[in-house]
């Protein structure tokens, strides 16, 4: 047995040590026991220096004052962001885990996350800067913000003109100034080979070499060049979006995965430009071309709802492969004689459960603010009714409701019953920790239609966030400890929007909330 307990512990030892993460060992009262290699890496003390200290040492004032070290976790496990604060002063942004150990002693887990949340900084500025622009407008913002946020000399984004040996240049960047520049030969051109091979072409350094019939790269010095092929819903190639440099590029893979995401935006863009361009020339035709053009137009429109859909499934294939490489995790002996990796495990996989949840949000988003709307009048009685008989069917009626009177009115019932689902569903939700939950359903018919309230005497939230409440996956500091993705109301938004009505909410910390929407006759 004492050879088998060395041999365990030697194992142990060595996977502490060949951790890429770091792990830090703290006693309940964050007092650091012990630190593996990697996290003196990250931290850059070393491990004397650590042992014994408390964790404090890793964080600074503003840090600690933002989130106060919890240090019990016996009954508090959970992944959280934090800033750590190195010995030589530098601050870098950490994921960290945390979970009580068998002997009473903490396990802290750390990850540097600082250049995953630069880059989706970046990825969020382009985004931001781009979203609401068309047309050559959008074109020419986005080659100046992906050049801005890459650093990169020069952007470029081009359509291919039939029969697709010459290149129309949509917009140009040549060392911050907007180039405007006639058609290009493709043949001979970096962007050949990345519509030859149909994918992302990454060239780090020596593109003058690699291409010396490139007139463009001896004229302007370019040395390295990333390119994406722009593809429409029909699979057949639209043109390239491009960014290169003078220098050697340091981190290729983060141009290549910008311009790949904004890739599509571009086509999908190209796309659009092309079919609005197919409207206005239909208007200068016979009424039937009118209508044969606005008919393949609406086709087009269809079509690239039904891509964007498809991306949004695609997302689901890398999140089972997530799901099954866990699963083979759990079942793994040495995995499953170790509580802590087992536990990691169980976490990835309760994540990529909530990732599916949330595409599967969006879908929802989606559909209430695109599908077709088909109104009757609707008995709001009968529907409120049957939903709360659903609640209670299923176990979920935890409150005392109230439902009084409930004028009819001419909506899509499909699209009303889902307000009321997450209206009602949201206020038993955040009323069940009452003492004495209760919910009031009532309306009233006015002047210019109909008015609805839904009211709970649950924990409430501070007015001041109210703005927040119908945006997509924000969720108001109160909902923290509340199962969801804050995406109920922003559905409930966007289906009475639609009907041309409009949505409120009241509230008081600690004294219920109440949601008001209308909906005109």
């Not at 003109?161 to 405007?180: F, H, S």
């Not at 070499?209 to 390119?227: C, I, N």
Request: charged share 25%.
């Amino acid at each position: 047995m004492g050879s088998e307990r060395r041999a365990a512990d030697a194992r142990y030892r060595s996977l502490f040590d060949a951790a890429l993460d770091a792990i830090f060992i703290s006693t309940p009262q964050g007092i650091m026991v012990e630190v593996n290699p990697a996290a003196c890496a990250l931290t850059g003390y070393a491990q004397a220096e650590l042992a014994q200290r408390h964790l404090s040492l890793l964080f600074g004032p503003e840090e600690l004052a933002r989130r106060p070290l919890r240090h019990d976790f016996r009954k508090d496990r959970r992944t959280l962001e934090r800033v750590l604060t190195r010995k030589d002063g530098n601050q870098v942004t950490v994921e960290v885990a945390a979970a009580p150990m068998p002997d009473g002693l903490v396990l802290k887990v750390m990850r540097d996350i600082t250049k995953v949340k630069r880059n989706e900084a970046l990825l969020m500025n382009v985004a931001r800067g781009v979203s609401a622009q068309v047309g050559s407008v959008f074109f020419r913002s986005l080659v100046a913000h992906l050049a801005r946020e890459l650093q990169a000399d020069f952007a470029f984004i081009g359509e291919l003109v039939p029969p697709n040996t010459d290149m129309r240049t949509l917009a140009l960047l040549a060392d911050g100034t907007m180039v405007e520049k006639p058609e290009a030969l493709v043949e001979g051109s970096m962007s050949a080979e990345a519509l030859a091979c149909g994918d992302t072409v990454v060239f780090a350094q020596g593109v003058r070499s690699r291409f010396p019939q490139s007139a463009e790269a001896a004229e302007h010095g370019m040395d390295a060049y990333v390119g994406t092929p722009l593809f429409g819903a029909d699979g057949k190639p639209l043109g390239v979006l491009a960014v290169a440099h003078r220098s050697r590029i340091e981190h290729p893979q983060l141009w290549a995965s910008m311009i790949e995401i904004f890739g599509a935006r571009a086509a999908a863009e190209i796309e659009r430009s092309r079919a609005e361009a197919r409207v206005r020339e239909t208007n200068e035709s016979l009424e039937q071309i009118v209508q044969e053009r606005t008919a393949q137009a609406a086709e087009a429109i269809r079509e690239l709802d039904s891509y964007n859909y498809s991306i949004s499934h695609d997302l689901r294939q890398p999140l089972n492969a997530i799901t099954g490489f866990a699963d083979l995790l759990l079942e793994h002996p040495a995995i499953a004689a170790q509580a802590d990796a087992a536990e990691f495990a169980a976490e990835i996989q309760r994540n990529a459960a909530r990732m599916e949840l949330m595409i599967d949000s969006l879908l929802q988003l989606a559909r209430a603010s695109h599908g077709a709307i088909r109104k009757s009048e609707v008995d709001v009685v009968a529907l409120v009714q049957a939903l709360v008989r659903e609640l209670e069917g299923r176990g979920e009626l935890a409150a005392e409701v109230t439902v009084g009177p409930l004028p009819p009115v001419q909506a899509d019932p499909v699209l009303l019953r889902q307000v009321w689902a997450n209206l009602i569903g949201n206020a038993l939700k955040y009323s069940r920790k009452s003492r004495a939950p209760r919910v009031e359903i009532a309306g009233s018919r006015n002047g210019a239609g109909v008015e609805y309230l839904v009211s709970d005497n649950g924990v409430g939230f501070d007015m001041r966030d109210a703005g927040r409440l119908f945006r997509a996956f924000e969720r108001l500091p109160c909902a923290g400890e509340f199962e969801g993705h804050g995406i109920g109301l922003a559905i409930a938004e966007r289906i009475v929007t639609r009907h041309g009505g409009r949505i409120s909410a009241q509230s008081v910390p600690g004294q219920g909330s109440t949601f008001r929407f209308s909906l005109p006759d």
